[in-house]
């Protein structure tokens, strides 16, 4: 694929911009002010994405057959318009936009196509793995307002992989392992067993992996535990945690990664007595994450 030329003379530049113009006047009678907002900055985007390329008729028939084809592998357990989203960098854009900054607010990251309503609740100190495969995980922390004052009852839903890298939605047997709910105590504490992360690509059997590895790109995303953490009259946080002195911190496929979101992951020789004390025959790693959340309005 080589780079159009560029160089345009004034008559061709004018002929373009007022197409631009005339489409962008089409939403004139938009009853919608942002809706109409919306279509006209897409337009505007758009038009001046394909004037500065020099788009091609060949190459826009292959986006259409992309999007096609991300729409034709897209069903109820498979999202690839997030995967896409996540890969472009869309995804942590939008997140970043409306998750300001906010004192010690903890810091928000990708959601991700594989969250899944109705998990399992558990009770503090038990088990959210249900049979996953993988080294026992130790996580614990609090939940506390921008105040600094314990949230009790602050509900908490996390997800991960098992230890060959697949969420449980990926296996279509309609097991559910390696999520669930649970709500801090009276003093804003949580705790639970986990599996310790580990990294996984994102699915790269469909158009949006073809397009990572047309691009030079690894699918991988860098080892992480998922956590969206809510409490009223708190903004919602969707985040994760990530494992540090993973190789693959800086190069996370969805770009998800943020400084703040590395904890460490300490490893416990078998046979060290875990905080509930259970005594666990093989290795177990234990972790730290304190959370903060911003207030509702900002």
């Not at 939008?94 to 998990?119: D, H, K, L, S």
């Not at 699915?203 to 956590?227: I, K, T």
């Not at 494992?243 to 770009?255: H, I, K, Q």
Request: proline share 6%; hydrophobic share 40%.
């Amino acid at each position: 694929m080589t780079a159009a030329h560029t160089e345009v003379s004034a008559e061709q530049a004018a002929r373009e911009e007022e197409l631009v113009e005339r489409v962008v006047r089409s939403f004139d009678a938009c009853q919608d002010p942002r809706l109409k907002e919306l279509m006209t900055g897409l337009v505007k985007h758009v038009h001046a994405y394909i004037r500065e390329v020099r788009l091609t008729e060949e190459e826009w028939s292959e986006a259409i057959g992309f999007l096609t084809a991300a729409g034709h592998i897209t069903d109820d357990r498979r999202q690839e318009f997030i995967l896409l989203s996540d890969v472009l960098g869309a995804s942590m854009q939008t997140i970043a936009v409306n998750n300001e900054a906010y004192g010690e607010a903890t810091e928000a990251t990708v959601f991700g196509p594989f969250f899944v309503e109705g998990a399992p609740e558990i009770a503090n100190g038990e088990d959210m793995s249900f049979g996953a495969p993988g080294e026992p995980c130790w996580v614990e922390g609090t939940v506390t307002g921008a105040d600094g004052k314990p949230l009790p009852r602050a509900r908490i839903e996390v997800w991960e992989t098992d230890e060959d890298g697949r969420y449980d939605v990926q296996y279509g047997d309609g097991r559910t392992a390696a999520r669930a709910r649970l709500f801090t105590d009276d003093e804003g504490r949580y705790r639970f067993w986990g599996i310790t992360p580990t990294p996984y690509p994102i699915p790269h059997d469909g158009p949006v992996g073809r397009l990572l590895d047309a691009a030079g790109r690894s699918p991988m995303r860098a080892s992480h535990l998922h956590f969206m953490v809510s409490h009223a009259g708190c903004r919602t946080l969707v985040t994760h945690i990530f494992v540090r002195g993973d190789a693959l911190l800086d190069s996370d496929a969805v770009f998800g990664v943020k400084e703040s979101l590395v904890r460490d992951f300490v490893r416990q020789p078998a046979g060290t007595p875990a905080p509930d004390g259970r005594v666990i025959d093989g290795t177990w790693s234990r972790t730290r994450f304190d959370i903060t959340l911003a207030p509702a309005d900002t």
